[in-house]
């Protein structure tokens, strides 16, 4: 089967979504989307994606099924809830799921996937709204190395760093790893901007100077020029990011491993969304500063 022949189901059309299906649009893959509030999913209708009332109908039109939603009570609604989405799929129909979740649901999935003749991949990615809409999004794969070098060009549209990291669990793991090191920078990039400007100096001249050395990071480059902006719409929502900072403590802790940044940076974003900043960007931890 061709690639654009394959027909993909997406749920989840939010601010990463969106515009993922635009992107699989323009690669002239047909697809199917289904989002909680079709309002949402308007804009994809009308370029081309077909509307499904539900995730169970939608996956009867689909070789492949892409989720990216919120929290894993939301995965795991979709996968093993009582609305048979698994059940209802085609058998050999690949799942993907693009949600930042728990490893342990990742397993659950691809178990309860191959009882169905299915096969399952976690697969979170990073780069926020930017990442997204350039299709340049970091790809973090678990699962089946056949079934990824299966479906490897579909993600090759909507990312340029594409990684299979091993079996059921992996990516999720890698995606921990990725969000521990970014939650302890983003307290370093707020600090060095309103240490600039408590000094008096210009924080956009600053970045300029330091982003290129050892201190450069992507959040730097990326969301500090937002921050001096005074621009905290998401890309990656404060709620969220407290969602995956939990997953995180709590698989170190089953680990038996103590991360005492990530403890740090998550009491401070709860701290942050209970000032009313939880539907804010990640950057938005700036404010505690002020």
Known sequence: MKEQEQSIGFIGTGVMGKSMVRNL???????????????????LIQEGAVWHDSPADLVTHCDVLISIVGYPSDVEEIYLGADGLIQAAKPGTVFIDMTTSSPKLANDIEGEAKRYHCHALDAPVSGGDVGARNGALSIMVG??????EKVLPIFSVLGSNVVHQGPSGAGQHTKMSNQIAIASNMMGVCEAIKYAERSGLNPTTVLKSIESGSAGSWSLSNLGPRIIDENFDPGFYVKHFIKDMGIAIQSSEEME????????????????????????GTHALFKLYE
């Open 257 to 280: 491993l103590k991360l005492y940044g990530l403890e740090l940076a998550k009491a401070l974003y709860r701290d942050l969304a209970e000032k009313g900043y939880e539907d804010r």
């Open 25 to 43: 649009l323009r690669a002239n893959y047909p697809v199917q989307v289904f989002s909680r509030t079709k309002l949402k999913a308007e804009e």
């Open 143 to 148: 699962g089946e190395k056949e079934i990824f």
